[in-house]
């Protein structure tokens, strides 16, 4: 077998390197060339099955997808033949039951997990050092944060991918023409808002939340400021997705650990 060179490495060892210098329109030229070279696969009705950072290479700054070892014809898939692959790109259900059968749905999971370190120059989950307590992390629905600066339509995107459930992933064509439309400029501070459902921004109050718990107050107010100026959502929806209750949190006795959070000019 004969295959390309690639001069720059896998694109784990690309965004190492190179993260500090990559500005938002590489990074989408990156995520759209994946894409579409998983969308050329699975046209060919093949599945990668082991779709990961590692097994991308970078030749003058083009990605392309190797190591097919454990590809298949969507027609001779089977089982998951105990072949986990890299398990922080690697769908829930697969993780926990061997004879679930990987499709194309399985390659897009992976996918969402390489959008997001696209955008993060990280690898995702670093600090799990076993593969039992990262399966079950993941299977729980844990996720990777968003990163600041993120275009809020690709922040979408890869939590589509990476859903618990398969039904509710992309197909590729959808992700391909997602990608293609994204502005890079729109990004999470800018409050540039796109087309979201309820539950996208249900998310981002469960992560608004969070934040509120760990005392990262401002972080937590620019994503209900986020809510609240999309005029998508209705009133009664914005008052549901902003309802907190603090009780079962850190049960705030005092808000002006809050106020003094906040920056003079917005009190």
Known sequence: MILEYANEGTLREYLM?????????????????????????????????????????????QPKITDFGLSKQINEITSNSNAHGMPAYVEPQCLVND??????????????????????????????????SLAVHIFKGNREDPIEGTPLQYIQLYKQCWDNDPVNRPETGLICNTLNKINPNEMLRQHHFIEASPQFFESLRKEAREFFVQGKFLKALELFDLILKNSQLSPDEQVNIMALDLSHNRGFENFNELIMALPEDTH
Request: hydrophobic share 40%; charged share 25%; proline share 3%.
């Open 99 to 132: 004879k679930y059968k990987r499709n194309i749905k399985s390659d897009v999971y992976s996918l969402g997990v390489i959008l997001w370190e696209i955008s993060s120059g990280r690898s995702p989950f670093p600090s799990f050092e076993s593969v039992l």
């Open 17 to 61: 390197t190179n993260f500090a210098k990559l500005q938002w329109t590489d990074k989408l030229c990156m995520a759209k060339e994946i894409a579409l070279g998983l969308l050329y696969l699975h046209d060919n009705n093949i599945i990668h099955r082991d779709l990961h950072s590692k097994n991308i290479l970078i030749h003058q700054k």
